[in-house]
């Protein structure tokens, strides 16, 4: 059973990438992300709760989030392994998954950052807010709000990943197929 944390900041292919390497490998892909805007769009308690966060670039409070993730995990026992992407994103969920996943004899394989320049990044995203109808990506002060959160809250958790010697970082920039083939050359040592 492979785990792995697809890890990068907005804008920078998670998604894309993580359509690929599900397949690829056969993992369960979640991102919460895409959880959330489920959510929203079905108007559930769980949408209405996080939507003030998400149309704003913020991140959506730890107990929520965790709690969301480990239903899902729990809805996929058949799993050969998981994709998570877009979470962790702070440390405490950091350590609420590997706790998490210790109790059920399992642990985080490997984390895989894409890593990109900010400013292409930035362009990328207001480009995607034009088709995805995406609030978060429309405006430039929320995207510049994302960066921030991610800056403070989720870069720290690549120092949490190394001390654990699973972090490892490709270039995000180029083709889909050339980033796919830098991320696969990483996981293929896992298989
Ligand atoms: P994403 O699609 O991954 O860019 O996520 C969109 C938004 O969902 C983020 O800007 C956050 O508001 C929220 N979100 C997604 N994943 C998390 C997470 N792990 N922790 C907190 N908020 C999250």
Do not use: C, W
Request: charged content about 30%; overall charge negative.
């Amino acid at each position: 059973m492979i785990n792995i944390v697809l890890f990068g900041k907005p804008g920078a292919g998670k998604g894309t990438q993580a359509d690929f390497l599900k397949h690829k490998y056969n993992l369960v892909h979640l991102s919460t992300g895409d959880i959330f805007r489920f959510n929203m769009k079905n108007d559930t308690e769980l949408g209405k709760l996080a939507k003030s966060y998400i149309d704003n670039g913020d991140l959506v409070p730890d107990e929520v989030t965790i709690n969301m993730l480990q239903d899902e995990v729990e809805k996929n026992p058949q799993a050969k392994g998981f994709l998570f992407d877009g979470f962790p994103r702070t440390i405490a969920q950091a350590e609420a998954l590997d706790k998490f996943l210790a109790g059920k004899n399992q642990e985080i394989t490997a984390t895989v950052a894409l890593e990109a320049n900010d400013e292409i990044l930035v362009q990328r995203l207001l480009e995607r807010g034009k088709t995805s109808g995406r609030a978060d990506d429309q405006d430039e002060e929320k995207i510049r709000n994302r960066y921030q959160e991610y800056n403070e809250k989720t870069a720290p958790l690549m120092d949490y990943y190394k001390a654990q010697h699973k972090f490892y970082a490709v270039d995000g920039i180029g083709t889909i197929e050339e980033v796919t083939e830098r991320l696969s050359l990483v996981l293929d040592t896992f298989q």
